[in-house]
Structure formats: C-alpha cells, structure tokens
C-alpha cells in the first residue's frame, strides 16, 4: 500500500525567509502527487499537482515542488513567505484508484 | 464557478443517534469523495461516489454509507454514532469527467461533535 510521510510536523519560520516542507512518499508504480493547505476553519485548498513531465510544479501563491523519483519526495518549497502562509500543509498520494493518501500534516508557522 | 457546499457546518449529536451529511460538487464535476478528518487519524477515505455509483470504499465500518443523486449531489450516513465519530468530514469533487489523475476540490466541511 502506498504511503506519505511528512517529515516535520512543525516548521516555524521567520517572515521573508525560505521554506522547504519535506514529503516522502512509498510507491513502485506511477503516482500523481499534489500540495494542500488547510487555514483555520477550512477545508483542504489544491496549492500544486504533479501528474507527467516537468519535475518542477509552480503552484499558487509563490509555492513550488520538485519531484524526485529517485528519492520518492515532492518536497514543497516558497523562497519568501508571509505572515499569512501560516496554516497546516498537507502532501498526498493518488492511488491507482483514485483515492488520496495523506501524510499527516505539516504545520507551518511564520513569525514577524 | 461556485465551490464545493457542505451543509451543515456544524452539528452537535449523542451517542446512539444517526446525522447525515450532504454534500454539492462544483457544476460539471461527477465524482464525489469524501474523507474524515481528526486529530489522531489525520485525513482518511470514506467513499468515492461516480455517477451515482460508489466506485471505491475506505476502512470504515458499516456505520458509514452514502449515496450520491442523479444531479451528483451526495449525502453521508452515520448510524449508531459513538464518540470517536466527532471530526471534520470533508466532501471533494474531481475535476473532468472524473479521472483518476485529476485533482479534487475539497468543500470546507462539516464539524461533528458526538456528546
């Protein structure tokens, strides 16, 4: 069975610094992988999807991942962030049967 | 385009009671999934609904059953509720005519509190 693991449950970082939010994920076929984020009070929001081709996604809101099959991470990446990027981000899996797997969370929490 | 509309947001039950949860996909999307979401567990599958068929089922119990109308809309039962049943249910709706590689578009859920 496929599975993700979010290596960092919590990532706290400085206003206008870099993150990186790691995602592994176990797999020996083909994966369609994508991004989330959960704000307070809110379902889940599509940030980036990788389904073929370029290894590099750009998502919305300045987010990136890079797709490494070698290593099996789809590691989520912003070279800025805001104040308002604080929320949980979630990495997921789609099965060959159209479910999603999720890692457990990664809460990114951006100070001033 | 509106998103996708859970009702309600919140509800309040006891032990032994039955909810049911409903669920509006974007227009023009046909599959409709949905997850629980809990503090423990994390983001787990429920079903997938396609058509009005349910087209792929999680490692719920019996407890859990849904169905989806011939406008996709869909609802959720949960019979017997027990304690642990208190989490966030989300409902997603999948782009396209339903792929299995297309994203979904998660509704901002319904908060069920069991007392």
């Known amino acids: 069975a496929q599975s993700v693991t979010q290596l960092d449950s919590q990532v706290p970082v400085f206003e206008e610094a870099p993150v990186e939010l790691r995602c592994n994920y176990s797999?020996?076929?083909?994966?369609?992988l994508f991004w989330y984020v959960q704000y307070p009070n809110q379902g889940l929001q599509l940030l980036l999807k990788?389904?073929?081709?370029?290894?590099l996604v750009k998502g919305i809101n300045g987010f990136e991942a890079e797709f490494n099959k070698s290593q099996t991470s789809f590691h989520l990446r912003k070279p800025s962030v805001h104040i308002s990027d604080t929320a949980e981000y979630f990495c997921?899996?789609?099965?060959?049967?159209?479910?999603?797997?999720f890692g457990q969370g990664t809460t990114l929490q951006v100070k001033p | 385009k509106a998103g996708v509309t859970q009702t309600p947001r919140y509800l309040i039950k006891t032990r032994g009671q039955q909810v049911t949860l409903s669920c509006s996909p974007i227009?023009?999307?046909?599959?409709v999934s949905w997850y629980q979401q809990t503090p423990g567990q994390g983001l787990q599958f429920l079903f997938e609904?396609?058509?009005?068929?349910?087209?792929n089922k999680g490692n719920f119990p019996g407890r859990f059953s849904g169905r989806q109308f011939s406008n996709s809309r869909s609802e959720m039962n949960v019979s017997t509720l027990e304690l642990g049943d208190s989490a966030l249910y989300l409902c997603?709706?999948?782009?396209?005519?339903?792929?299995?590689?297309?994203?979904?578009?998660f509704g901002d859920g319904t908060r069920l509190s069991i007392l």
């Open positions: 997603a709706s999948r782009e396209g005519t339903g792929q299995l590689n297309q994203p979904q578009h």
């Open positions: 797999s020996s076929v083909s994966v369609y």
């Open positions: 990788y389904l073929s081709g370029s290894t």
């Open positions: 997921a899996v789609s099965e060959n049967t159209g479910k999603l797997i």
């Open positions: 227009s023009g999307h046909r599959s």
């Open positions: 609904y396609f058509s009005e068929t349910q087209r």
